[in-house]
C-alpha cells in the first residue's frame, strides 16, 4: 500500500467542501497546491475520506475483535480517536477477551442489529418515492440548483466542472451537459474545478454560471456557450442577474466585485473596497447592490460611483450572505457571528440585531409577500438557515422569531419560499429536505434523499421543489395533489 501527500491533501480538500466550508477549503487548496495535482476530482467519489476512515476503523475493530483463537467476539464500538491510540487499542484486547464469542448465524445472541431509523414524521407528510424524480449524471456533489423562470428547466453546477440543464418538461428527462473549459496550449480542455453559482435570467432564456476557475460563463438553454466572462482573479463565489436582465454581478476571492455587461461578456466596473474575499452579492436597484466579505464588512454599491453609497459594519465574523428584501428597503445579513442583522440605509447602525441562533447562518431569505410583491395582503417574513440544525422565520417589523422549525438534525445550508409565500422548503445535511407551512410553522411534507442537501429551490408555478446533494444526485419533488 502506498500513497502520496498530495492524494492526502486532495482527500481533505473534498472533506472541507462536502462539509460546507467552502472558504476553509479554498485557502487549503492554494496552500496545498491542489490545482497543480494530477488527481483528476471528478473519478473521486463524494465522502470519500469519511468512507476510507470508516474502512480503516473497522479493520482496526475486526483486530480488537479477533482473538489469538482466531474466533471473533463481541465488542464494543470503538471511536475515531480511541483507534489511533496505541495505547488503547492494546488494553481493548486485553479487556475484549473476555467478552463471549459471536454467534454463528442461526444461534441465538442477546446483541440486536440496530433497526433502519425511520424518518420522524406525522403520518401522511413523508413525500412517497413515486412523486420523487431521481437525476444522476454528476460525477461529483451538486453544490446549486435553479429553476428557469418560464419553463420546468432546473440548472444544476457540480464539483465535477460542469452545469446541468434538465428538461423537466418531458416524460423522460433530458438534459444538456455544460462542460466548463478553459484553453491549455491551445486546446480545450475541462477546467476540473467546481460550478458552485448559476442564475437565470429574467425572459428564462440565458443562465449565468460562476465557477473556481475564475470564469463567469453565458449559456442558452439548450447548452451552447454565449459568453466567456474573465477578470476574476481567482474562484467565483456568487453571482446575480439583475431584473432587467442586462447586467450581472459577480463576487470573488480577489476580493472585487465586477457589473458585466450580459450583451457584449466585458465588465462595466470592477469594485475593490472589500479587503477580503467577497462572498455574496445582491442587487438592491438595476444599477446598485450590495456585497458581503470575510473581512466582516458590507459596502452597497452603485455603478459610476468610485467609492461605496454605504458601508455597515457590526458583525464580528464573516458576513456569509446578504439579501435585499422585494422592495429594497431592508438589507438582511448573516455570519459566522451567529447574529443576523436587519439594515437600512437611512440608519449607520443595524435597525435589528436578531440572535438566537446556536451556531453559525449559513443562508437567508426574504419571503416574496408584503407591499409591492404578488402576494400583497400577507406578510414580509424573513427565513435563516443554521449550523444549529434549525431554521427561523422572523417578522423584521417587529424584530421577533415567530417560529423555530427544529426537524432537521444536521447543518441547515438552504431555505426556499414558495412563489406564494405560503411554504418554506429546507435542505439539510441530515439528507432531508422538510417543506414547512409559513403561517402555522408546522411540517407538512418530507422527502429523505441520498446526500447531504446543499440546496432548495421551487419551480415558478410553485408546484415542484429541486434538490441538490453531496452525492452527486439532483432530485425533484412533485407536491401536485
Not at 466579505?293 to 454605504?310: E, Y
Not at 409577500?369 to 431554521?391: C, E, K, R
Given at each position: 500500500m502506498s500513497f502520496s501527500s498530495d492524494e492526502v491533501n486532495f482527500l481533505v480538500y473534498r472533506y472541507l467542501q462536502e462539509s460546507g466550508f467552502v472558504h476553509s477549503a479554498f485557502v487549503f487548496g492554494a496552500e496545498s497546491l491542489i490545482a497543480q495535482s494530477n488527481i483528476n476530482g471528478a473519478l473521486v467519489p463524494p465522502c470519500a475520506l469519511t468512507s476510507i476512515i470508516q474502512k480503516g476503523l473497522m479493520y482496526v475493530e475486526a483486530e480488537i475483535s479477533t482473538g489469538e483463537d482466531g474466533i471473533e467476539r463481541l465488542i464494543d464500538t470503538l471511536s475515531l480517536i480511541d483507534a489511533v491510540m496505541p495505547d488503547v487499542v492494546t488494553s481493548r484486547k486485553q479487556v475484549e477477551s473476555g467478552k463471549p464469542t459471536v454467534k454463528a448465524e442461526g444461534e441465538e445472541t442477546q446483541s440486536e442489529a440496530a433497526p433502519v431509523e425511520p424518518m420522524e414524521i406525522e403520518n401522511g407528510v413523508e413525500i412517497p418515492y413515486e412523486k420523487a424524480r431521481v437525476l444522476k449524471g454528476h460525477d461529483s456533489e451538486v453544490f446549486i440548483c435553479a429553476w428557469n423562470p418560464k419553463q420546468d428547466l432546473l440548472a444544476s453546477g457540480s464539483g465535477d466542472s460542469t452545469a446541468r440543464i434538465w428538461n423537466m418538461t418531458q416524460a423522460d428527462p433530458h438534459v444538456e451537459v455544460l462542460k466548463h473549459c478553459i484553453k491549455m496550449e491551445g486546446k480545450e480542455v475541462p477546467s476540473n474545478k467546481d460550478v458552485t453559482s448559476l442564475d437565470w435570467n429574467c425572459h428564462g432564456n440565458l443562465l449565468a454560471t460562476g465557477s473556481y476557475d475564475g470564469f463567469a460563463r453565458i449559456w442558452t438553454t439548450e447548452g451552447k456557450l454565449e459568453r466567456t466572462l474573465g477578470q476574476h482573479k481567482g474562484p467565483i463565489f456568487a453571482l446575480k442577474w439583475n431584473k432587467n436582465g442586462k447586467y450581472i454581478l459577480s463576487a470573488g476571492v480577489d476580493r472585487t466585485t465586477?457589473?458585466?455587461d450580459a450583451s457584449t461578456g466585458k465588465c462595466k466596473q470592477q469594485f475593490a473596497f472589500h479587503s477580503a474575499p467577497a462572498l455574496d452579492v445582491d442587487w438592491k436597484s438595476e444599477e446598485s447592490f450590495a456585497?458581503?466579505?470575510?473581512?466582516?464588512?458590507?459596502?452597497?454599491?452603485?455603478?459610476?460611483?468610485?467609492?461605496?453609497?454605504?458601508?455597515?459594519?457590526?458583525?464580528?465574523?464573516e458576513v456569509n450572505a446578504i439579501k435585499w428584501d422585494p422592495q429594497g428597503k431592508f438589507l438582511a445579513s448573516c455570519s459566522d457571528d451567529m447574529s443576523l442583522k436587519i439594515w437600512t440605509m437611512e440608519e449607520d447602525t443595524c435597525v435589528h440585531d436578531l440572535q438566537a441562533h446556536q451556531k453559525e447562518i449559513y443562508t437567508i431569505k426574504w419571503?416574496?409577500?408584503?407591499?409591492?410583491?404578488?402576494?400583497?395582503?400577507?406578510?414580509?417574513?424573513?427565513?435563516?438557515?443554521?449550523?444549529?440544525?434549525?431554521?427561523?422565520?422572523w417578522d423584521v417589523e417587529k424584530g421577533t422569531c415567530t417560529h423555530t422549525l427544529t426537524r432537521h438534525k444536521e447543518p441547515v445550508y438552504s431555505v426556499a419560499f414558495s412563489p406564494d409565500g405560503k411554504f418554506l422548503a429546507s435542505g439539510s445535511f441530515d439528507k432531508c429536505v422538510h417543506i414547512w407551512s409559513t403561517q402555522s410553522g408546522q411540517l407538512v411534507h418530507s422527502y429523505l434523499g441520498t446526500g447531504g442537501i446543499f440546496e432548495v429551490c421551487w419551480n415558478s408555478r410553485g408546484d415542484k421543489v429541486g434538490a441538490s446533494a453531496s452525492d452527486g444526485t439532483v432530485f425533484v419533488l412533485d407536491l401536485r395533489k
Open positions: 465586477i457589473i458585466w456585497s458581503c466579505s470575510t473581512d466582516m464588512q458590507i459596502h452597497v454599491c452603485q455603478l459610476g460611483q468610485n467609492k461605496p453609497i454605504k458601508s455597515f459594519q457590526g458583525h464580528s465574523n419571503s416574496p409577500t408584503g407591499p409591492g410583491t404578488n402576494n400583497p395582503n400577507f406578510p414580509l417574513v424573513l427565513a435563516s438557515a443554521s449550523f444549529d440544525s434549525t431554521v427561523r422565520l
